[in-house]
């Protein structure tokens, strides 16, 4: 009959375990599906920073000086370029700065705004992400 008595005190103690640890896994699981999520972002947005730049140091103007051609970017083409670019691929990104700092490389700052996919307690409901790409004209 003691037998008997410690096998009932045993009975169910181990569902508030079984619980705890499923709530940590779904926990862990949705934290990792925001995580990836963010990731994501980041790599497109650096992506479109390459494009955008890529786009800015094609803005070229062709100069011909004492005979000899050679490419001058300025600023404006490079802004202008990479917003046209921006404008045509990504509606949630915007251009924060632009410039061609030697007049051959294109330099283009973009960004946005990540917002999680499953909102939980443990990821803030937002993160301003920024990407820097330069990219040089072909010609010099």
Do not use: N
């Not at 803005?59 to 802004?79: C, H, I, M, S, Y």
């Not at 990104?93 to 990540?114: E, H, K, N, Q, Y």
């Not at 937002?126 to 330069?134: I, K």
């Amino acid at each position: 009959m003691g037998h008997r008595t410690m096998r009932r005190d045993d009975d169910g103690s181990i569902l508030p375990l079984t619980l705890a640890y499923g709530i940590l896994a779904l926990v862990t699981v949705l934290i990792c599906v925001d995580a990836t999520s963010l990731y994501l972002a980041q790599k497109r947005l650096d992506g479109l920073a390459d494009a955008a730049a890529l786009a800015g140091a094609d803005g070229f103007t062709l100069v011909v000086e004492d005979g000899e051609a050679r490419a001058a970017l300025t600023d404006a083409d490079v802004a202008d370029e990479a917003a046209a670019l921006l404008g045509a691929v990504a509606v949630d990104v915007a251009v924060v700065a632009a410039s061609a700092p030697d007049g051959l490389s294109a330099r283009v700052t973009v960004a946005t705004r990540w917002t999680p996919p499953i909102l939980t307690l443990f990821v803030p409901d937002g993160v301003a992400l920024e990407a820097t790409a330069t990219s040089r004209t072909a010609l010099r």
